[in-house]
């Protein structure tokens, strides 16, 4: 059983649907649609709504739990969207190539680990505000993980306009065979001043496939639970 949040396929179609608008609107064409920022618009859009929780089993259809009979609440997210590509285009993320043109690893193995975008919120907490400016590493056996392309960072900067998001899309590692099953053991790291160095492990299993993914599934994300870093005075007074 997990708990799934259902607006997120919502947003996420929705965020794909204002893309091919924007790519075909002379008005529009100034707004970047790379994947890192539609990763930014969707994380701003899901922090602005009321997520709708349901209980899934694996194998269970979603669509079964969940039916979207409110028109208006679609059209109020899709202005949302909108906004958000305005909003974080005026501040876009710095160090990223902001490019749609692929530049990823040749496909020589004979099958794939195409490990999800991880995603993720970082809070204070003392505070439980958003954690903004500081750098958040993506750990894979101890060691920092290789992005896809130029669209992703690692270190990951957090910046106010994403409130505390932070992605990776790791680069696909090769397999032997397809349909080998892998257990890979990421950790979020951010050392951060004045704070106890925040690190947080996780799980992630993956199944070969025959072919590279090369664009960003927006529906096979890893969410990560929420990180709070409380800071070292707070440390002290818990001992
Ligand atoms: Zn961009």
């Not at 997120?8 to 608008?21: K, Q, T, Y």
């Amino acid at each position: 059983m997990e708990i799934h949040n259902v607006m997120e396929e919502l947003v996420f179609s929705e965020v794909e649907r204002a893309c091919i608008d924007i790519k075909k609107e002379v008005n529009k064409q100034g707004i970047c649609t790379c994947p890192q920022c539609r990763m930014d618009v969707a994380s701003y859009v899901l922090n602005r709504i009321t997520p709708h929780y349901i209980v899934s089993s694996r194998g269970i259809l979603r669509e079964d739990h969940f039916d979207i009979k409110n028109q208006q609440k679609i059209a109020d997210i899709t202005s949302l969207v909108y906004k958000a590509f305005e909003q974080i285009n005026l501040n876009r993320r710095p160090g990223f190539a902001h490019t749609n043109s692929w530049k990823v690893d040749v496909d020589t193995a004979v099958a794939y680990f195409n490990i999800p975008v991880i995603i993720g919120r970082i809070f204070n907490g003392s505070t439980f505000e958003p954690v903004c400016n500081i750098d958040v590493e993506l750990h894979l056996n101890g060691e920092l993980v290789k992005m896809k392309d130029a669209n992703w960072q690692n270190p990951c900067k957090l910046i106010k306009k994403t409130e505390g998001t932070f992605t990776f899309w790791p680069e696909s590692l090769p397999s032997d065979k397809v349909g080998e099953q892998k257990l890979f053991n990421f950790s979020i790291v951010a050392p951060i001043p004045g704070f106890s160095p925040l690190v947080h492990h996780f799980e992630l299993p993956v199944v070969s496939e025959k072919d590279l993914v090369r664009t960003v599934a927006m529906n096979r994300t890893h969410k990560v639970t929420d990180l709070y870093m409380f800071d070292m005075d707070d440390d002290e007074a818990q001992d």
